[in-house]
């Protein structure tokens, strides 16, 4: 390994996965630039490359496989120190280290906070291991340099999906200080930043007890959009259907600050399989919930993830899933066919799907899904909306991409100077999964 005290050295991270490991991942880039080091513009010239990595299916850890047989190779050309941090390293530990030796650290999640000063402490170790498991906050995860940022308000996960690793290699929940929050917000506000999102596994278990009150996710979201140094925008990640509370809904129904997009996952539309997913809630649950949602909410843009091939799933379910997908026409979704992973109760489930089956099972969810997408998108047409400018167009340097409250994509004229400005424009088409649009005063 490199000699960590050496001045001048650079780093290479590459992220993987969910919104919360981008915001860890910002929070080690912080970390690692006040502690002298520099981000390098390629791995192949760093000191230090990063993977910070995703178990939530299989698949994720067989990229990880791939990459580290790549910087293996990158090895036998340049000397640099290889860390592998996440929920990978946290589900498989020392086990890493036996399948690729060229791996210098493995960094699990509750280690991600102290992983630059033991770097900086020159330990041989290979492994960064901890006796606690508690997770500590630290005092600040936003890019301020960027006009976005994204703010953890919890970590971990008691849910304990069937099919999910988030409860054994995140931890149990764990609520950030109400106060802390706050404070990070209002500092991204006065450095400008228009849109944050408060990030969680299950946002709505929030749950911190200050001065001696408790106080939940729709007591803090509303505290954040009254403070005196608010961020324009406010998103939120992730929900789960058993803990959307209607006092949740009244918040974002009077609230211009939160914008009107709920990613809520169903996952499946038959009770049977949702019961063997263990998700705590029902089909008739979950329609209830859409309903009070729009009625409160008129113009809300909904959005899911769906599973498909869980083990034991027939024709019937997916009709099942089919017909709840038709009857709350989500404006998009997030799907994909069950992955065993090791350690999760679904791991060792009876009644496999084949592959083929799964894929087959798929195409039609994909299907459905894409022809709803179509005719809402297509149904909205000439409205006008906000949009936050978030870059330069990859087709032309004379267009601008931007997002509306509703998480849609749009293109429209425009340059550099107006990235991370909102600006309104009317939707003039859509085509793929952008609208193209034109600026109005």
């Not at 409160?296 to 997908?325: H, N, Q, W, Y």
Request: glycine share 6%; hydrophobic share 35%.
């Amino acid at each position: 390994m490199h000699n960590p005290h050496t001045k001048n050295r650079s780093f290479w991270i590459e992220t993987y996965g969910c919104q919360m490991n981008k915001a860890e991942t910002t929070f080690v880039e912080r970390e690692l630039g006040l502690a002298g080091w520099t981000q390098d513009d390629s791995s192949r010239d760093a000191d230090l490359v990063i993977l910070n990595t995703c178990s939530v299916r299989s698949t994720a850890e067989q990229r990880i496989i791939g990459r580290l047989g790549y910087y293996k190779t990158l090895k036998k050309e340049h000397t640099f120190d290889l860390a592998v941090m996440g929920c990978m390293a946290e589900r498989m530990k020392e086990e890493l280290v036996d399948i690729e030796p060229s791996i210098d650290f493995v960094i699990g999640n509750f280690q991600k906070g102290t992983f630059v000063r033991y770097l900086t402490g020159g330990s041989p170790e290979k492994y960064v291991s901890e006796d606690s498991r508690t997770f500590v906050f630290p005092d600040t995860y936003g890019n301020e340099t960027s006009f976005r940022a994204l703010v953890p308000v919890m970590h971990g996960c008691d849910n304990f999906c069937s099919y999910c690793i988030v409860p054994y290699v995140r931890g149990r929940e764990v609520s950030r200080n109400c106060s802390h929050i706050s404070d990070e917000v209002g500092s991204l506000s006065i450095k400008g930043v228009k849109e944050i999102t408060l990030l969680g596994q299950n946002v709505n278990s929030y749950r911190f007890s200050e001065g001696g009150i408790e106080i939940t996710f729709p007591q803090l979201l509303k505290k954040l959009t009254l403070q005196d140094t608010y961020v324009p925008w406010i998103r939120f990640l992730t929900s789960h259907p058993k803990d959307f509370s209607s006092e949740l809904i009244d918040v974002i129904a009077g609230n211009n600050v939160v914008c009107k997009h709920i990613h809520l996952p169903v996952q499946h539309g038959s009770n049977e399989i949702l019961n063997r997913m263990n998700r705590k809630y029902t089909r008739e649950h979950y329609l209830q919930l859409i309903s009070n949602i729009r009625k409160r909410i008129p113009d809300v843009s909904l959005t899911t993830d769906i599973l498909i091939g869980f083990p034991g799933e027939t024709e019937k379910d997916i009709a099942l899933t089919m017909d709840l997908m038709k009857e709350v026409r989500f404006q998009d979704a997030f799907t994909y066919y069950f992955n065993p992973i090791e350690g999760t109760a679904a791991y060792t489930m009876s009644g496999r799907i084949p592959h083929d089956e799964q894929i087959k099972r798929l195409s039609k969810i994909i299907e459905l899904q894409h022809n709803i997408t179509g005719e809402i998108q297509r149904s909205r047409i000439g409205r006008k909306e906000k949009v936050l400018v978030e870059s330069l167009s990859k087709k032309s340097v004379k267009e601008v991409l931007g997002r509306t409250e509703r998480n849609e994509m749009v293109v429209f004229t425009g340059d550099s100077s107006c990235i991370g400005e909102f600006r309104t424009v009317e939707l003039m088409s859509y085509s793929g999964n952008t609208f193209r649009a034109e600026e109005v005063a």
